[in-house]
């Protein structure tokens, strides 16, 4: 079966440092992998995704991630965090057995911006 | 272009009653899916609907359900509610089946059970 695992329910970062959001997934078979973004009393935003191909993909907002088969992780970044991107974020993961709307998700990282 | 539009955003209702939430996916949109978000649990997988079959099922009880119709919107429906049923539920609308079809959500119905 299919999990994902974020390490750190919060996080907690100054504007303008680097943002660090883990996540690790198991799956038996090629992972399709994803991070959402979810603002306060809003649904999610799809952030990137991870299909097939480069392994580091970029998203919206400066965020990127790189899939790295070896260590079974998908960690997001962001080079300089901005006081906008205070929000919980999620890694997910589905496969391509698993065609359509089901994705796994992990527990979700809350991320804070200090000033 | 419309977003994904989910209606009631709040809905309180009393333990043993039904409830019927409603979403309207974005204009082209065939596959929608539903998922429950708790504190607790987190985001989980109720059910996917295309072309109004249910494709795709998580694993809630039966009292959770759900439909699509011919237009794509699509309705779900707890019965004989429960106090855990207190959550966010999320509709997301996909435009088919493929995986790289992303899912874009609705901002969701707040169930509140009492």
């Known amino acids: 079966a299919q999990s994902v695992t974020q390490l750190g329910s919060h996080v907690s970062v100054s504007e303008g440092a680097l943002v660090l959001l883990r996540c690790n997934y198991s799956?038996?078979?090629?992972?399709?992998l994803f991070w959402y973004v979810q603002y306060p009393n809003q649904g999610l935003q799809l952030l990137l995704k991870y299909t097939t191909g480069a392994t580091l993909v970029k998203g919206i907002n400066g965020f990127e991630a790189e899939f790295k088969k070896s260590e079974t992780s998908f960690h997001l970044t962001k080079p300089s965090a901005h006081m906008s991107d205070a929000a919980e974020y999620f890694c997910a993961v589905s496969d391509l057995y698993n065609q359509g709307g089901k994705l796994i998700f992990g527990q979700g990282t809350e991320l804070s911006v200090k000033p | 272009k419309a977003g994904v539009t989910q209606t009631p955003r709040y809905l309180i209702k009393t333990r043993g009653q039904q409830v019927t939430l409603s979403c309207s996916p974005i204009?082209?949109?065939?596959?929608v899916s539903w998922y429950q978000q708790t504190p607790g649990q987190g985001l989980q997988f109720l059910f996917e609907?295309?072309?109004?079959?249910?494709?795709n099922k998580g694993n809630f009880p039966g009292r959770f359900s759900g439909r699509q119709f011919s237009n794509s919107r699509s309705e779900m429906n707890v019965s004989t509610l429960e106090l855990g049923d207190s959550a966010l539920y999320l509709c997301?609308?996909?435009?088919?089946?493929?995986?790289?079809?992303?899912?874009?959500f609705g901002n969701g119905t707040r169930l509140t059970v009492t």
């Open positions: 609907y295309f072309s109004e079959t249910q494709r």
């Open positions: 997301a609308s996909s435009l088919n089946r493929e995986i790289n079809s992303p899912l874009h």
């Open positions: 799956s038996s078979v090629p992972p399709y």
């Open positions: 204009s082209g949109h065939r596959s």
